[in-house]
């Protein structure tokens, strides 16, 4: 763990030190699911969310790019009990803070690495439950959470895409009744527009 956050540090005092600064606003599409526990046979369907926000991306070769993101993720659950949950809906605040590098450089366009911690924030959710409408089985969501994203990028001219994989570090939701735990991952595509 030192010799990861030595690097960090390393990689963030690098792209602080070309000082060239982007910024600009971005969208995401988040295609979200959940794992539930071993030995738990239910299944769940990925649901689309999206991402809006802006971005600051500090350094070339080398960068950091901090995200402030409005984002909404949920997923479809089947062969639930009578009363279970059965459809999720989180809108949360995500502040990814992204180190990456860039491999190859063309005129118009280069291709990148990234990755880093993601802080998530819930601030509204929803939950439909199988068949009653009231709850048998609550869920308890926790309010902030960290996860980490890896993934690649492209830029072309002024915009910018990525393409994210997201690991939760810790559960997401777990229910009251300590049947089982479920614990999301998610591909996100963004695209990003910089304004300088």
Same mark, same amino acid.
């Given at each position: ?15 602080? +030190?070309?000082? $060239?600064? +982007?910024?600009? @606003? ?5 295609? /979200? +699911?959940?794992?539930?526990? @071993?030995?738990?046979? *239910? ?10 926000? %802006?971005?600051? =991306? *500090? ?6 790019? @901090? ?5 909404? /993720? ?6 639930? !009990?009578?009363?279970? !949950? +059965?459809? &999720? /809906?989180?809108?949360? &605040?995500?502040? !990814?803070?992204?180190?990456? %590098? =860039? ?8 291709? =990148?690495?990234?990755?880093? !911690?993601? #802080? ?12 009653? #409408?009231? %709850? ?12 980490? $994203?890896?993934? #690649?990028?492209?830029? &072309? ?6 393409? =994210? ?6 559960? $997401? ?16 595509? /963004? ?6």
């Amino acid at each position: 763990m030192k010799k990861l956050l030595l690097v960090l540090a390393a990689m963030c005092i690098v792209a602080v +030190s070309n000082a $060239q600064i +982007s910024f600009g @606003p971005k969208i995401g599409v988040n295609l /979200s +699911s959940m794992t539930t526990s @071993p030995g738990v046979a *239910i299944s769940d369907q990925m649901k689309t969310g999206y991402d809006l926000g %802006a971005f600051l =991306r *500090i350094g070339t070769k080398c960068y950091f790019q @901090p995200e402030l993101l409005y984002s909404t /993720s949920g997923v479809n659950f089947s062969n639930v !009990p009578v009363g279970s !949950p +059965s459809n &999720i /809906s989180l809108h949360s &605040i995500n502040v !990814p803070l992204m180190f990456g %590098a =860039r491999l190859i450089n063309l005129k118009v366009a280069n291709v =990148r690495v990234l990755g880093g !911690p993601v #802080a998530s924030f819930l601030v509204d959710k929803s939950v439909d439950y199988n068949g009653v #409408a009231t %709850a048998t089985k609550t869920v308890n969501f926790k309010d902030s959470k960290w996860g980490l $994203q890896v993934g #690649a990028g492209v830029d &072309i001219l002024m915009f910018t895409l990525d393409v =994210r994989y997201n690991f939760d570090f810790n559960k $997401q939701i777990t229910q009251q009744a300590n049947d089982f735990d479920w614990s999301k991952q998610a591909v996100n595509v /963004s695209l990003g527009w910089k304004l300088f």
